[in-house]
């Protein structure tokens, strides 16, 4: 059977008695590089910190369906399937052990994956903004595309800043911040991770490259 559940990240009602907060994530999502060579996007990573620390309710959520239900798949989805989702996939992945390089090249897969969709949105987005920042309701198509972007470096900069430094790992953060034991992430990681001897070798397994991004 299917069980159906709401968990968001930002509750309407939170969105609506404070404004200010889709603002704030608008400034992060457009904010460039800085230096310009910084080589990742700061305001990313302080957006993705501010998604994991409202999203603790939701994660919770989530990841106790992981532990209480292993026989139940899921689906878990945001607006863009990258900023919210990516951090929750971050978090999994990091909980199974996955190293940085490949949460970060995954997550950088969302922008290849949207296709043409990207450039629909980017257009809508300079054309006119639903959470205009500027005077004249739209913004840049060099904003739109770091709004939309999906830069690998983005993501390994927030879980060496944030995830590692900050909250002391992935399994510290389930602990800390969901309120998980050893032994629920234990069981947790267990659902998540099929032991099995390799059967195939495959080598030079060429995938996306990472997409370009102002």
Known sequence: ???LFRSPVFPVADIRAHPEMASQQLRWYTAPDIPA?????????????????????????????????????????????????????ALIQKICGVEDEAVAWDYSLTVPGM?????????????????????????????????????????????????EKEFGGAERYCTEKLGFTPKDIAKIRGNLIVQAPPTVVVKDVKGWEDHPQT
């Open 1 to 3: 059977y299917t069980t």
């Open 37 to 89: 060579d910084a080589g990742f996007s700061q305001g990313y990573v302080d957006c993705y910190r501010d998604i994991a620390l409202h999203g603790v309710k939701a994660f919770r959520t989530i990841f106790e369906h992981i532990r209480d239900h292993p026989e139940q798949p899921f689906v878990y989805h945001c607006t863009a399937g990258k900023d919210r989702t990516g951090v929750l996939t």
């Open 115 to 163: 296709g043409k969709w990207e450039e629909k949105v980017e257009a809508e987005m300079v054309g006119d903004s639903m959470m205009p920042i500027r005077q004249h309701g739209g913004m840049t198509k060099e904003e739109a595309k770091r709004v939309c972007g999906s830069r690998s470096s983005n993501m390994k900069a927030w879980l060496e800043k944030v995830l």
